[in-house]
């Protein structure tokens, strides 16, 4: 397999384990959280920051941001796969359509319903389910998701019918995550925290959400042990 990428240009080994944060500032934050020492700096290159090193496990672990949206969550999932990533978990921030969800709990998803191009372009039509074994793993409340091309959507009437097709929150990248993992026969799955309610534009406050951020850390790595 060809380790020559094009976006990621790696100057640490990538793990067999890997987390997805969209957000650069997340990744390093995550990376200073689980990695013993100071974590090495896998990527910079357009402005995609990775990490990787040695857990507190004594395990390798790669943080590696994918940037918003499904097209720039696709290219870094195919090039960390390249470079021998097999398990991958997004961590990452939604937005709640269900008046059940608060802001900064965790939800994993049980589905993800493909809402967004790049998602359709790999070939879903119908929910994408996320690994049964990194699902079962994560200690949080699960619901079905939707990932999403629009952060600022003009029309109201798209949160309606995802809220009918059984959507409780809505996201951007993991239904294109778990469409490139399933092509490639590996895992993968999502937790996010809510950090806005759709209905009422409420969102959540920078210290709640780095604490919440934190407890994310916490549940995704105990769902990725070493192999």
């Known amino acids: 397999m060809s380790t020559e990428t094009l976006h990621l240009r790696p100057h640490e080994p990538v793990a067999e384990r890997v987390l997805l944060p969209g957000d650069p500032g997340r990744a390093l934050r995550l990376a200073q959280q689980l990695i013993t020492g100071v974590p090495k700096m ?3 290159h357009r402005g995609l920051w990775g990490y990787s ?31 021998g990533a097999r398990r ?29 191009g790049a998602s359709r372009a790999l070939g879903a039509t119908r929910p994408l389910a996320p ?11 699960a619901g ?22 059984g959507a409780v929150a809505i996201e951007m ?28 534009h409420e969102r959540i406050g920078d210290e709640a959400l780095l604490a ?7 549940v995704a790595f105990a769902a990725l042990p070493a192999a």
């Not at 507190?56 to 918003?68: E, F, I, K, N, Y």
């Not at 939604?94 to 589905?111: P, R």
């Not at 690994?131 to 793993?137: G, T, Y």
């Open 173 to 200: 990248e993991a239904a294109t995550l778990f469409a490139v993992a399933a092509r490639h026969g590996l895992a993968a799955a999502c937790v996010c925290v809510v950090s806005d309610i759709v209905s009422t």
């Open 212 to 218: 919440a951020e934190e407890e994310m850390g916490r």
């Open 144 to 165: 079905v998701i939707v990932s999403a091309d629009l952060f600022y959507d003009p029309d109201p009437r798209r949160a309606d019918g995802w809220r009918a097709d």
């Open 53 to 83: 090193g040695i857990a507190a496990d004594g395990h390798p672990l790669t943080v590696q941001a994918t940037g918003m949206g499904g097209p720039s969550a696709a290219i870094v999932a195919e090039e960390l796969i390249m470079l």
């Open 131 to 141: 690994d049964p074994k990194l699902q079962a793993a994560l200690q949080a409340p």
């Open 42 to 44: 896998l990527n910079h």
């Open 88 to 116: 991958l978990l997004r961590v990452g921030t939604c937005g709640a359509l269900s008046a059940d969800l608060q802001l900064g709990q965790l939800l994993s998803a049980e589905a993800a319903l493909p809402g967004d």
